[in-house]
């Protein structure tokens, strides 16, 4: 396959940013094409020649490739890999984590130039943190560079001079002392003492920092020269510090590299409100976006697919680019790299996955057939585990490791191993613990991970050697549920019809099916609790599936066993877990492995053991690395080696790289290390990890209601799923959509239903239905929360409908005769002021509708029986006038019309704006009375009146009395302003405070 570029020197020229191939030291001239980004439009155009030593760059960063190119409204930046670490070597082709990673802007050469220089200084201050001196690197990438295995020292000048090496770090050497950094490093600490412990701490300025938008107050009280100061980042050595993390990275270390904006691009968000509503979170979309690809959760080959199995490797001989080939279930900067791909440069196109890349080597002391098999040596550390491949080439002598991993003499009875694993998490319903749960309308689950543990010989295939590939499946439950963020012991709540779910169910498993073979669920959900129900739920779908034909509806069975972890293996007995595979055994014997040799694919693993606890994390790491490790003693056994991988002290390297990986999905999934983590690495369970795994518990719990939210959103949207206007969004509310159902569809599906179950005269014609928010109270504008429902409008009446949105049955309704609709009324709509969304005129409209009950308020309330209930509420005040006690009015507000409108014709059309989406609503009612008002006064003029004479014919309004819209505000913005208390302001605050820093 074409070369991918190993080294790019980025810099910024007058008319872009230059992206330069070069090659990586010992290795032959770079013959890919440099390229240029231009600035503002972000355009790649190739360059025909090497710019490198013009007078208008002098400043390089050396990258390690590119992760893409981010898009927000109208700036772009290019993130680019300027830390990585080697993790692991895969027949020769080394698999790196990115450990850091630079955005650099394309608003201008002078922003450019400073964010480059920044990541420089910080790529210096490692190399110098670590020991390394040296201004280069020893950058081979020939499986043998940095065999340090710290992260990669990558250089401060770009161009080093000749006969330059790298000094080797002296790792027993002390770098720092208290003295040092209090006084030496002072200006670390002053950054965050400015914040907490100044008058200033938390002025418009520093707000503006951490990228909240100023209060209308701070910025009156702030000159325009202040607010752009505020938006900018402070010059490096000034900028403010602070903690937090994903997959609890530093931000101390990993905020340096935040660009400043462009001053115009600054000056015109400023001047230009609709633009400042798209851009006030700018500053912690890159922060999280810049911990989130430096968080060690993200690895990349140049020559290696770790998309794929081993077994299913794509030809390396082809003319065909990696990203061609690479999985597109596990592609995670596809989004962000399109562009390049766009541009036909391959070379720079770099695939990712999220998961985990982990290796180990060992010895086995023994004679081939020997039940004394033992294990003698083991390396853990990467650098050792790479010694020991290259050792075992073909031209290397081979040797032994000894317990310390230190190489020993020969020995003939000695077998050198690897193993390696790799996970990979799915972009499919890809997200958080609790935001993303359960399953989508098209069959992806929440957390779905590939796991695959491959055992090879250190120098792999020569002389015959086989190669194992044991894959497993890890997934949330694949029904539509969720579960509250606010509790430690949350309750999960099933959502949709039996229908609904049992159609997605069948999509999910027919996908795992083609994908993997046959598949067996281990279920370890409590069959008691607040686990029981969803628990349930899924044994009857995969009963009800099965008996329907199985998964593909030809007899393929779901094998099923649900095995409650936590009654089972109560007291820390987490070694019950054996019985488990006393009942799987048999199964997973036949599912067996794929195995390798010569090249050549000589058996195939023939189905998938699919694992799901409730997140699918601590009990499920703890049953994966214990059929894991079934599976690895009967591969040993294949070659006459018997080992006890259960008991035997020196196989601690197993478990420690199982519960790496268990750590890994846990805290990109839950924020935190995984549970009962303790067992994982020792097999034994003891109170001082069920302690720490309390620590942790609460860990989880404020990620789960703080961090979490702004951090999904940033996934969203750096995978593609949702546009900038979700920041916009969680400013207002704080909180992040599912964006994998499908709303539009959802509001639609509960309209069918309203007019199914609410309009029982079949004569009754539906003309259109709507789903909007309403007060939550009627006869009132304003009383919170604000509730979704549903308005059916017939040829002779309103249907005021309230849904259950969890099962998506009806609640209630009433109905409303067109002829007692007295007064119809639409403006703007404002129900809070505490965001910029909120108090936008033009999405913030709605209409009131003023009628008489007439003989009675009649609500139908839909629970066993459907029965009436006479509501009261207080007299309220319409156009002016008071309304009787028969009279009432309710308030409906329109809902973002892309995820909520649907046309009378019920086809697909471009959504209207919310003004024009009452106006229809409205149009369509007022038009409806009118026509029955016409209707009736029609049968009274067939009768003449003599008295009238020869009186002047009224106008058709007032012969008829027909319906007219009134232009109104329902609740104006300065009313609105008034009804928000100061308690409701100061809590916002605080929320906005700790959840958008």
């Given at each position: 396959m074409p070369g991918i570029v190993r080294k790019v020197l980025i810099f910024a020229a007058v008319d872009g940013l230059i992206l330069q191939p070069a090659p990586p030291r010992n290795h032959k001239p770079a013959t890919e094409q440099a390229i240029k980004l231009e600035y503002k439009t972000s355009a790649i155009t190739p360059l025909l020649k090497d710019r490198r030593q013009e007078d208008t760059a002098p400043s390089t960063l050396e990258a390690h490739g590119v992760v893409g190119l981010l898009k927000v409204s109208s700036s772009s930046f290019l993130i680019s890999i300027s830390r990585r670490e080697q993790v692991a070597q895969i027949k020769g082709k080394p698999i790196y984590s990115i450990t850091e990673v630079a955005l650099i802007p394309l608003s201008s050469q002078v922003d450019a130039e400073k964010a480059i220089v920044r990541a420089r200084d910080s790529q210096h201050r490692h190399a110098q943190e670590t020991g390394n001196n040296s201004d280069s690197e020893p950058d081979s990438d020939d499986g043998r560079d940095d065999l340090s295995m710290t992260e990669d020292n990558s250089v401060a000048s770009a161009h080093p001079e000749e006969g330059e090496t790298a000094a080797k770090p002296d790792l027993h050497k002390r770098t720092t002392s208290i003295a040092e950094d209090v006084i030496s490093k002072k200006g670390m600490y002053g950054r965050f003492t400015q914040r907490w412990f100044s008058k200033g701490g938390w002025t418009a300025e520093n707000k503006r920092k951490e990228g909240l938008s100023a209060s209308q107050e701070d910025l009156a009280n702030a000159s325009k020269a202040d607010q752009l100061k505020a938006v900018n980042p402070a010059p490096d050595g000034e900028q403010e510090q602070g903690t937090g993390s994903v997959a609890e990275a530093s931000k101390d270390d990993q905020t340096s590299d935040i660009p400043n904006q462009a001053p115009e691009e600054v000056k015109h968000a400023v001047d230009d409100a609709s633009e400042t509503q798209q851009i006030p979170l700018l500053p912690k979309l890159l922060t999280v976006s810049k911990m989130l690809f430096s968080s060690r959760s993200f690895f990349f080959s140049y020559d290696y697919d770790l998309s794929r199995s081993i077994a299913n490797q794509p030809n390396t001989s082809t003319s065909v680019p990696l990203f061609k080939t690479f999985d597109p279930l596990f592609f995670w900067n596809r989004n962000l790299v399109g562009p390049f791909i766009d541009a036909g440069q391959n070379g720079f196109v770099l695939p990712l996955i999220q998961g985990f890349a982990g290796q180990r080597?060992?010895?086995?002391?023994?004679?081939?057939?020997?039940?004394?098999?033992?294990?003698?040596?083991?390396?853990?550390?990467?650098q050792d585990v790479i010694a020991v491949q290259e050792e075992s080439t073909p031209d290397a002598p081979s040797q032994a490791l000894d317990n310390a991993g230190i190489a020993v003499a020969d020995k003939s009875d000695q077998n050198q191993l690897l193993l390696t694993l790799v996970s990979r998490r799915s972009v499919k319903r890809a997200g958080l613990r609790y935001l993303r749960r359960g399953i989508d309308e098209e069959g992806n689950v929440a957390n779905s991970v590939e796991t695959e543990q491959i055992l090879s010989a250190a120098e792999w295939e020569s002389n015959g050697k086989k190669i194992y590939s044991f894959l497993q499946y890890r997934g949330s439950m694949p029904l539509f549920f969720s579960q509250s963020p606010y509790s430690l012991k949350p309750i999960a709540s099933m959502q949709g019809s039996w229908e609904q779910n049992a159609e997605a169910?069948?999509?999910?498993?027919?996908?795992?099916?083609?994908?993997?073979?046959?598949?067996?669920?281990?279920?370890?959900?409590?069959?008691?609790?607040?686990?029981?129900?969803?628990?349930?739920?899924?044994?009857?779908?995969?009963?009800?599936?099965?008996?329907?034909?199985?998964?593909?509806?030809?007899?393929?069975?779901?094998?099923?066993?649900?095995?409650?972890?936590?009654?089972?293996?109560?007291?820390?007995?987490?070694?019950?877990?054996?019985?488990?595979?006393?009942?799987?055994?048999?199964?997973?014997?036949?599912?067996?492995?794929?195995?390798?040799?010569?090249?050549?694919?000589?058996?195939?693993?023939s189905g998938i053991l699919r694992t799901n606890c409730m997140d699918c994390l601590d009990r499920t790491n703890v049953v994966q690395s214990a059929c894991a490790r079934n599976s690895l003693e009967q591969q040993l056994g294949d070659q006459g080696i018997a080992i006890d991988l259960q008991k035997d002290p020196r196989t601690a390297w197993f478990n420690s790289l199982w519960a790496d990986n268990g750590d890994a999905i846990s805290r990109q999934y839950a924020g935190t290390a995984a549970l009962k983590g303790d067992f994982t690495r020792t097999r034994k369970r003891n109170i001082t990890g069920a302690l720490t795994d309390f620590g942790l518990t609460l860990s989880r719990y404020y990620n789960n209601i703080v961090n979490d939210y702004f951090a999904q959103n940033v996934i969203d949207y750096l995978l593609g799923r949702v546009d900038e206007s979700i920041f916009i969004d969680f400013e207002a509310d704080m909180k992040a959509q599912d964006y994998a159902v499908d709303l539009r569809k959802v509001r639609h599906n509960a309209i069918e239903t309203c007019s199914r179950q609410c309009i029982e005269d079949a004569k009754e014609d539906l003309i259109a239905g709507w789903t909007l928010t309403c007060p939550k109270d009627t006869n009132s504008l304003r009383s919170l929360p604000f509730e979704e429902c549903v308005l059916l409008l017939t040829d002779q009446a309103l249907y005021f409908c309230h849904m259950d949105w969890t099962t998506e049955k009806v609640q209630s309704f009433e109905r409303i005769d067109l002829e007692c609709i007295d007064a119809i009324a639409k403006g703007t709509y404002i129900t809070s002021t505490l965001a910029a969304?909120?108090?936008?005129?033009?999405?913030?409209?709605?209409?009131?509708?003023?009628?008489?009950?007439?003989?009675?308020?009649?609500?139908?309330?839909?629970?066993?029986?459907?029965?009436?209930?006479?509501?009261?509420?207080?007299?309220?005040?319409?156009?002016?006038?008071?309304?009787?006690?028969?009279?009432?009015?309710?308030?409906?507000?329109?809902?973002?019309?892309?995820?909520?409108?649907?046309?009378?014709?019920?086809?697909?059309?471009?959504?209207?704006?919310?003004?024009?989406?009452?106006?229809?609503?409205?149009?369509?009612?007022?038009?409806?009375?009118?026509?029955?008002?016409?209707?009736?006064?029609?049968?009274?003029?067939?009768?003449?009146?003599?008295?009238?004479?020869?009186?002047?014919?009224?106008?058709?309004?007032?012969?008829?009395?027909?319906?007219?819209?009134?232009?109104?505000?329902?609740?104006?913005?300065?009313?609105?302003?008034?009804?928000t208390g100061y308690l409701e302001q100061l809590g916002y605050s605080l929320k906005k405070l700790v959840w958008a820093t």
């Open positions: 080597a060992f010895t086995v002391d023994a004679a081939s057939g020997s039940s004394e098999a033992s294990i003698s040596g083991a390396a853990s550390a990467p169910f069948r999509l999910h498993f027919q996908h795992l099916a083609a994908r993997y073979g046959n598949v067996q669920v281990d279920s370890l959900v409590d069959k008691s609790g607040t686990e029981s129900a969803v628990g349930g739920a899924f044994e009857k779908h995969a009963i009800s599936l099965n008996e329907k034909g199985g998964i593909d509806g030809k007899g393929n069975k779901l094998g099923f066993e649900w095995f409650d972890f936590h009654h089972i293996c109560r007291g820390m007995k987490f070694e019950n877990v054996s019985q488990l595979f006393d009942i799987l055994g048999p199964t997973l014997q036949t599912y067996s492995w794929s195995v390798l040799q010569n090249g050549q694919a000589i058996q195939r693993q969304r909120e108090m936008d005129e033009r999405k913030n409209v709605g209409f009131i509708i003023a009628y008489s009950t007439r003989g009675g308020d009649l609500v139908r309330v839909n629970t066993r029986s459907l029965g009436s209930d006479a509501a009261e509420g207080p007299t309220k005040m319409i156009a002016g006038k008071s309304t009787k006690d028969n009279n009432k009015l309710i308030a409906f507000k329109a809902l973002p019309p892309k995820s909520s409108f649907v046309s009378i014709e019920g086809r697909d059309q471009e959504p209207p704006s919310e003004i024009e989406h009452i106006k229809i609503i409205c149009d369509e009612i007022v038009k409806l009375v009118n026509a029955s008002r016409k209707g009736e006064s029609a049968i009274i003029d067939d009768k003449p009146n003599p008295a009238e004479g020869d009186r002047k014919p009224e106008s058709e309004a007032e012969k008829h009395q027909l319906l007219v819209v009134e232009e109104k505000d329902i609740i104006s913005l300065a009313d609105a302003k008034k009804s």
